[in-house]
Structure formats: C-alpha cells, structure tokens
C-alpha cells in the first residue's frame, strides 16, 4: 500500500515498516497472549522491551556511559519546567533564543530562577543564529539553555556550541525534540539533552532525557519526586508508570534506524533530502526560504509563497496529490515542510515535483 507522504511538524510521519510490525503485534506481542500496552511495566516482558529500547538508543546515539538515559512523560514544554527544578538551584541560568522554543523555555524558566539572555535572534525574526562568540555569558550561571532545533522557525544549530572553548564551565541544556536521532551529537558538549518522542523517534506520550551523571541530585526541594531526574534515573525510569506502549513503538523506531545503516546513514540521507527541497526553494521565482543559510533545519523548512493569495490552491493541490499537512505553523504562516528520518526522499521529490508543477501552471 502506497501511503500519502506525510510532512507534519508532529506528530509526525512513522515509517511504515514500524507501524505494519506494531499492528502485527497489537493483540499478542511475541507469544506472551498480551497487547504491550496490557502489561505491567515490571514484568520480564515489558523490562525486555525497555532495556533492548535503552540499549539501542545507547548505541545509536553513542551516548557515553556517564550519561543517564531516562524515559520520562510531559513533554518538551514539562521540560521547560523540570530542568530549571532539577538544575537551576534557584539561581541565574543563562538562555539563547532563537525561535519560538527557546522563548517558551526562557519565559517558563523566571518561575524557578533567573533567566538571563545571552543571545537573541528576535531582531531578524529569527531567520539567523548568533555566532557563540558574542553570547553575553553569566558568570554563575547553572546552565546555558539552547534549542538546537527550532520546528517552527526551521533554524538548526548544525553544530553544538563549545562552551567550554568560550571559557564557561556552565553546562550546555539542549533542546533537541525536533532532530533527536537526526545527526550524531557531541556529547562532550553537552549536558542535558532532552526532547519529546512525537517529532523524531515515536509515538507522543516519551520523553527522552539523556544527562551527565554529576548533574543528578540538585533538585530544587519544590520539585516534583516523578520529575526529580536522580528519583527518575535510580528508579530506571520506573519510579511511576512509564509511557510503556510510547517506549515499546520508540524501540521499534531504533530498531529501523539501525537497519537502515545507524544515524551517520541516516543522517546523509538527511541532508541530501533537505539539498533536494532547498534547492527548488532557491531555485524558483515563487518559493522563499528566509532563513540563513548557515543554520537552515534539516528537517524542518518554512517556505513562502511569494503570492500569498495562492496559498489555499498551494495546499489543497498538494492534499490531491497526496502530500499532506504542509500549512506553516500559525504564527509564521506560509508552508512548513518537516522531513524527519521517516519521510523518504521519495516524498521530498514527489514534493519538489508539485511545487515545479504547480509553479508553472497554477500561479
Ligand atoms: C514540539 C516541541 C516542543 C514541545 O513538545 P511537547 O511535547 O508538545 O511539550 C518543545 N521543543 C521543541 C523544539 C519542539 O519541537
């Protein structure tokens, strides 16, 4: 059965092979008589599942063995609460904004400490990023908080900051729910990373924290036991009910990665894709990307139609021919094409092929 190519922001497109294996297994996973979703999350079932998930996103993501990786629930915006609970001790934790993301953390942060901006792209609309070079860095500052992926804006960090080589010992926040599982990660960059599962890995419902063991254990006392991360990590993640049947599909996903060659194929394909869409964007008379080219996403692309009276014909002859969910996020407006791991280069061609289509014979 050949789907319709689906460019959701999220969440997001599936591969297929993934959703055919878990309608496979609905009503009896691997023998046991039980849906996934029916088991206790302390069964040797259900362990098998979470540990095999652990272990390959581990070994996808080489994530190095100081590193906890916790499978948690709420989301990226319940994370926009629980890093400042767990990391900020109350005190200045420093923000670089740079779309829509990053400012929602900024602004719920104030709630738990004292957020500082280090750097801001607002100016321009969030069409750039600032170089680390010039970010305003606080001296005391418990972490620097950054978005290396902005879903809305489709500006993507296409290399993590080095705190450290700008004389900082703060550790590096990232939000990567948008890209996760996209590219490789510098983990000696970094700190924190967390990200919801919807856009990149699997179905709503995870979230995925991966963070430096010497981080655990400064919880603010206010903070909550199910969102204290050291509770979360000496608890396996199994301090209360994990989103079990969110893990099992998400262990799915890892699986698929690592059939289609791990993330350094992935990614390749990553970029290739997203050369094919940027291309006919340049390319065109009618289509515009506005963001600069040295922090374009991979996987997120805002364009414009530059006769915007043509954007309901745009979308409605896209639905036609099977291309769905590419209307821009509200507050941008225009079109957003998210190309997450799961959407092929075929549906980035079938894609490109309209918008030619479309230009020449309907604008
Ligand atoms: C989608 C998204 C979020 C919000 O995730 P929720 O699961 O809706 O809380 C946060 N940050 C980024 C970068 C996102 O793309």
């Known amino acids: 059965m050949r789907r319709p190519f689906n460019f959701s922001a999220g969440p997001a497109v599936m591969p ?33 599942i979470y540990e095999q998930a652990q272990a390959d996103l581990r070994e996808l993501l080489a994530v190095p063995s100081q590193f906890k990786i916790l499978f948690m629930q709420g989301g990226g915006l319940a994370e926009n609460a629980i890093v400042p609970l767990n990391l900020s001790k109350g005190g200045t934790v420093d923000f670089v904004v740079s779309g829509s993301w990053s400012q929602k953390s900024y602004i719920e942060a104030r709630k738990y400490g004292t957020p500082q901006l280090a750097a801001s792209s607002e100016a321009d609309g969030f ?43 703060a550790p590096l926040v990232v939000d990567f729910s948008s890209h996760v599982a996209s590219r490789p990660v510098d983990w000696s960059r970094v700190g924190l990373a967390f990200g919801g599962a919807q856009k990149n890995l699997g179905p709503a419902g995870l979230t995925l924290v991966v963070i430096r063991e010497d981080l655990l254990g400064q919880a603010l006392p206010i903070c909550p036991s199910a969102f204290n991360y050291k509770t979360v990590a000496d608890n396996q993640s199994m301090f209360n009910t994990p989103p079990t049947y969110s893990i099992y599909v998400a262990g799915l996903v890892f699986q698929w ?44 692309v805002p364009f414009f139609l530059r006769d915007e009276s043509r954007n309901d014909a745009f979308l409605a002859g896209a639905r036609e021919h099977g291309l769905l969910q590419l209307k821009g996020h509200k507050s941008v407006g225009g079109m957003r094409a998210s190309i997450y791991n799961a959407l092929p280069i075929e549906g980035v061609q079938a894609l490109v092929d309209y918008m030619r289509e479309f230009e020449q014979t309907r604008a």
């Open 127 to 169: 069409t750039s990023l600032s170089d680390p070079t010039t970010w305003q860095l606080s001296k005391n500052a418990s972490y620097l908080h950054i978005c290396s992926n902005e879903t809305i804006h489709g500006v993507e960090y296409h290399e993590l900051p080095d705190l450290k080589a700008l004389g900082s010992q």
């Open 257 to 300: 990665l690592k059939r289609q060659g791990g993330i350094a194929a992935i990614e390749a394909r990553n970029k290739a894709k997203a050369a094919l869409l940027y291309d006919a964007i340049d390319n065109s008379r009618l289509y515009l990307n506005k963001v600069a080219a040295n922090c374009r996403s991979r996987m997120n």
């Open 16 to 48: 297929q092979e993934v959703l055919s294996q878990a309608a496979s297994e609905m009503l009896d996973w691997h023998g046991s008589g039980m849906s996934v979703m029916e088991m206790s999350h302390r069964g040797k079932e259900f362990i098998s």
